[in-house]
């Protein structure tokens, strides 16, 4: 079926390009995430290398300086280990246990990097410390305002985990609709955007950020990631377990339509998503507002690097 | 057990005010609701009419303008009217009913209060028209930053009801302090106190909100709202349902404490976050900005006049 997305798949029509330093910066981050506790078995650590979240990161943001490309990579770094974490413990389909953590990350969160009271990240455990440790490295470089959009955007993303915890523990397949709109959050992709903004220097002020243009922009590249995401791994899901959290579940789940026609419909989405996305931003980006440019381009990175990264990244062969 | 509440509780040292308009921005409001279709039977009508949607947001702004009066009015009157409607169609206890709804005004809530496309708003009903028109009144007088908090702190307040609907659904009663932290997003006080900030013309710059103790201020003014509430609703909630959704059942459940202890535990948590309260700001206060002024002024007519509120309003009788 992996052949199948990818033939059904445009090629997004921009560059493909990877940061220089990317391995190097996979290298570190590996060690950063093994320090901080996130991966404490070889099989666990090898399972991270093999997603590469170095390369990842390396194409959302080609041309960024060491430091935040390190930051974005020890984000992705982080989403990859805590995903696989879920996965291990059975957290991710067990909203009784998953809640009680979700909360210390949140508690976390609301430092937004700052200095901690004693005792204060004890109870979120090695999860809790890394985010703590990229919230803080956050604050060190980035406005104040793209701090707030970071921290609100996790937050999404981590109440969302619970909304899919919850289905997973009543063996629930969410409707299209349902699950395109959420999985934009448990995708966690606009806290990536964000941070992968401070490495481009896209700074819009929020007069801009509040244009809904701006933010259809943002949604069809957040649903663009995670549309060829779902894509290129549903072969994998699909065999590990009968989980209902990919785009071609929910549409052969509510059309009736066998998985084959379910798997071309997620690719004719994306298709069109890339479209509308051309669309959306030619309008944009007629208002000549640089930082309006540069936020147009780290979403373009996160389009093809996603892309790029399905092919070569073992995480779903 | 109301009175052994009224009776523990301290009354919070801030002066106790009303709006002068209150009383007509609560006619207007209750004609929008209905206008909207948020109430359509008499029974509801008069239930939320009892609830004094405008006594409490006419103590939380007593000096704004009418139209932010008006606005912060039609605001509590929608979270009321959802929560009633929640409760009555049996949503709240069922995520499987409530997700789909959720979407729909996640999906407004990105219009940001923009324009809408052409039967962009038909699929989320009337809640959704309402909230979008809400949006769209704040996107007119509201700085952008504003309104973008003001739509991230909705956005967690809808996922947030999710994983109360999926507790409910499996009888769960979380610990304490999950369900602190989950309650100060289900208890929507945040956009409340947002649109109390627009009213109070209070701006901080994105620098002072991203600073820790501003948050903890916030967060310390949304816990004893929140709190209040708990105190002096769960007479009510305890006679008509076993939800475990109230501080005091969170506590009896955690400690093995009867009713009464955790009653007065509850209501000693309140009276800590008082002091609390007034340690954070007087720190915060000694920097003589205006706008934190303003901000922690918003915050103190809200604990006050949730405060008061419980005592006149006929909801938890």
Known sequence: MRGLAV?????????????????????????WAAEFGLVTTTATARRLAQ???????????????????????????????FDDNCDDDGLGADPAQLSPLVV??????????????????????????????????????????L???????????????????????????????????????????????TLTDLAHGAFPVSGRLADPRLTALDTVAADLVCWCNDAFSYDKEHRLSRDGHNLTVAIARETGQDEQAALLATAERFNAGLRRYAELESVLLADGDPAVDRFAAA???????????????????
């Open 7 to 31: 033939a059904a798949l445009t090629m997004p029509p921009f560059p493909s390009r990877v940061h220089a330093e990317a391995s190097g910066a996979g290298v570190e981050s590996a060690r």
């Open 51 to 81: 997603a590469s979240p170095a390369e990842l990161a390396g194409r959302a943001c080609p041309d960024a300086d060491s430091h935040r490309l390190r930051l974005l990579t020890d984000l992705v770094t982080w989403l990859f280990a």
């Open 104 to 145: 210390h990350l949140l508690d976390v969160l609301d430092l937004l990097g700052g200095p901690t009271p004693a005792g204060s990240l004890g109870a979120a455990g090695p999860f809790g410390a890394a985010l703590h440790d990229l919230c803080r490295r956050a604050r060190e470089v980035a406005p104040p305002a």
């Open 147 to 193: 701090l707030l959009r970071f921290a609100g955007q996790l937050r999404d993303y981590l109440l969302a985990l619970l909304w899919e915890a919850a289905n997973r523990e009543r063996d629930r397949v969410p409707g299209v609709a349902e699950y395109v709109r959420m999985r934009r959050f448990t995708g966690a992709v606009q806290p990536s955007f």
């Open 299 to 317: 979403r373009r990175c996160w389009i093809r690097g996603t892309y790029d990264w399905s092919l070569h990244a073992a995480r779903y062969r």
